[in-house]
């Protein structure tokens, strides 16, 4: 049986973009297992497929601004001896990068990852024994599973990704998903060009609750929370509700038990298109071609406006505009609520 560690431990979308892999793993090699080195924050994340026996935590994010700090120092010399207590029959880095080849050097066996001319960090390369070139400008999903498919030595699938997430581990507990039909509002992300324009979040409410729908607005940071709030006050009724502070898991769990999902260009999107979750994306500075969620039940709606994708986190197109960031005046509330309708029609 073969035993193999993965290296991704970021971002959220990132991590969901290695589940598919992990599948055409476990059905070219039956008996196949896998441990996982991932960012804490996102842990439970691979532990979703019945594939992953062990998960890694890891915490460079916050290790790095105290370093050297003794408990710090007591965290990672933890986390090198849990790394290193299995010899695996090879060691993937699925990230390309200089952090991920550090860590795939403290684990015991023999390295893969991708080429220099295919690694994102280039000098990443130099770590890995086995060097494997996967042509870019294809989406992440498909890169990832080339990386495998040649590590392990098997082809890659011709059929559709499959995430292989186990639902099974995603029951309702104390909250429970609602028992009307919600739709979930993901309006958070991390840019402030992805954000689609607040008067727009508001107006989308107001077409599902028209339509029957009840809508849950969950957030993960205080002005995420805000304007989750905002736009509830907007419709003072019991049917546009803001979420508690929910872990992951909780929010996939909603997440799962919805009649469809509207998000921005942000993780939680694709544990949406993990979950076979019928969603529409919305990209304004962005475009899906290489990263965006992939998957039968998804539909991206992209701006068309002069400069978009521009790719730029602030925006400097010329004003003044009728929504902020403008690129989105192209994506109305109503051609949203169109498109998610025709989705899960």
Known sequence: MKQVLIIKTSSLGDVVHTLP????????????RFDWVVEEGI??????????????????????KNWWQSEIREQRAAFQRSLSERHYDAIIDAQGL?????LSLQARGPTHGLSWSSAREPLASLAYRHRHPVAKGT???????????DSLGYSVPTSAPRY???RAQLQPNAHATPTTPYVVLLHGTTWATKHWPESFWIQLAGLATAAGQRVLLPWGSPSEHERAQRIAAAHPTAAVTVLPRLPLRDLAVILAGATGVIAVDTGLAHVAAALDVPAVTLYGP??????????????????????????????????????EPPCFQSVPPTTVWNALQALTA
């Open 21 to 32: 892999a992990v599948s055409d793993a476990a059905a070219a090699l039956p008996g196949i």
């Open 43 to 64: 842990a439970e994340i691979p532990a979703w497929h019945p594939a992953v026996d062990r998960v890694i935590p890891v915490a460079l994010r916050r290790w790095r």
């Open 98 to 102: 200089l952090k991920s080849a550090w």
């Open 139 to 149: 989406h992440a999903i498909h890169r990832v599973r080339q990386l495998f498919a």
């Open 164 to 166: 292989g997430m186990d």
């Open 286 to 323: 962005t475009e899906p071609g290489l990263t965006g969620t992939l998957g039968s039940t998804q539909t991206h709606l992209r701006a068309t406006f002069p400069c978009a994708p521009c790719f730029r986190r602030t925006c400097n197109f010329p004003g003044p505009h009728p929504v």
